[in-house]
């Protein structure tokens, strides 16, 4: 496996300016097609009475000779998750021939509107190969230079650091657990940031085990050794907003003690979903050169089963000294969250607000299905700006309440907190309320529980690992450090 080729490369796309290229026209309504003159009256009709616009949305068209001349989509904007234009455009490139296409536009297309089109193409193009090295060389492109005309060159340059942060994630989560072990996720890591040249220092062996217990406790079974991410980045000495992403990083997931079965352990190496979807949005800002001095912590570990396994009822102090007794083995992910954002809140340095990301609860994938992220929130502000930018950007998620009773599930007799909860209902809820004992009361967090992963395929979104909430986060962030 290449490792060092997670990145800089996007499929179903060309640059070479000398190609010859294909017309691909969008349009919003097809009675956009009696005002150009970029395609001829013969055309049009044949357009209007063969491919029936009205219904199929998409049609090709000839010649004199009757040789392809190009092709036509009536494109129809939409907020609404699977009919967007990102959707769209995935489809319309699996009806499309394998040539070289130049995107035109017929009409008034909004610049979004065609930057969506070019994310939903470039999407329709990702396959998880373990072997880079042999990837087939694309026979369907659609020229980028044509569209670098077509929109501004900042939010080209955005769309094109999206994909390339989307398939970065995806192929993350897709790697098989014996190749990201935490040693070889490192190794990534270093080498995908080091173009940006952000300071990045490991915490590992001893000095893991003493700064970061819980981490430490929970990967301290496996062959495959924890470790602790810490990334700085800020390409600007301007005074600018700080802000912390940080990401449960298990590369897998055995349940440890409390065991999974074995059809649950299936997909367990998508346990590290969150530390990738925070990789990916790392990756995008920087690429950007966003305004922002950015933090990434990234917690790594394997949950495994040895003589060295955490039990349930163990007892053991937190990087902030609270006592935390182990509930389910298998609810190992917050314990590695609870050392991270302790970490996160020390020092002189104070943050604007800290995100974090993980596939962390079932119970939320009980209340909100595989599709849906489950967000919480201590700061109604920093809540709504990241529901608000979800359905901006076709990327949504849910915001679920921190509902303090709830605590009391929490809370032992002899002055421990439990990690799971005596509650058999809530778990989301429980586990966002664990979390926040590790949260300083001035501190704005989120907490963003997902899946990371699609369980069925459509255009764009094929079955494996996913970057929910990716974009999402990129844009809330770019537009909250652009008004900072």
Known sequence: MMLNDLVNKISGFCENKKINSIPLYLIKDISDLDSTDLITKEQKYFLKSAFRLE??????????????????????????????????????????????????????????????????????????????????????????????????????????????????????????????????????????LKPFGAKITVFEGKKLETNFPLINFVGRSSENKPALIDIKWNNTKKDVPTIVLIGKG?????????????????????????????????????????????????????????????????????????????????????????????????????????????TLTGAARVALGTELPALFSNNEELGESIIRSGKEQIDPMWKMPLFSPYERFLEKNYNVISSTGSAGTGGAITAALFLKKFINTNTKWAHVDLMAWNNSSRPGFPIGGEAMGLRNIVNMIINYCDKN
């Open 55 to 192: 219904t199929d949305n998409f049609g090709f068209f000839p010649d004199k000779s009757f040789n392809l001349a190009g092709a036509i989509a009536i494109i129809k904007n939409s907020q609404e998750p699977r009919k967007s234009i990102i959707d769209q455009a995935a489809i319309i490139s699996k009806k499309i021939p394998k040539k070289k296409w130049a995107l035109r536009i017929i009409g008034n297309i909004e610049d979004k509107e065609i930057s969506n089109f070019l994310l939903g193409w470039g999407l329709s193009f990702y396959q998880f190969n373990i072997d880079k090295t042999k990837n087939d060389a694309q026979s369907q492109s659609l020229c980028l230079n044509e569209i670098k005309k077509l929109i501004k060159k900042k939010l080209f340059e955005k769309s094109i650091a999206e994909l390339k942060s989307i398939f970065l994630t995806r192929d993350l989560i897709n790697l098989p657990p014996n190749y990201l072990t935490p040693k070889k996720y490192t190794e990534i890591i270093k080498t995908s």
């Open 250 to 358: 298990v590369t897998f997931d055995s349940g440890g003690l409390d065991i999974k079965p074995s059809s649950s352990m299936l997909l367990m190496k998508k346990d590290m979903g969150g530390s990738a979807v925070v990789l990916g949005i790392g990756y995008a800002l920087m690429s950007v050169k966003c305004p922002v001095n950015l933090r990434i912590i990234l917690p790594l570990a394997e949950n495994a089963v040895s003589e060295k396994s955490m039990r349930p009822m163990d007892i053991i102090y937190s990087r902030n000294k609270i006592p935390v007794e182990i509930g389910n083995t298998d609810a190992e992910g917050r314990l590695l969250l609870a050392d991270a954002l302790t970490y996160s809140q020390e020092g002189k340095e104070s943050n604007d607000f800290i995100i974090n990301f993980a």
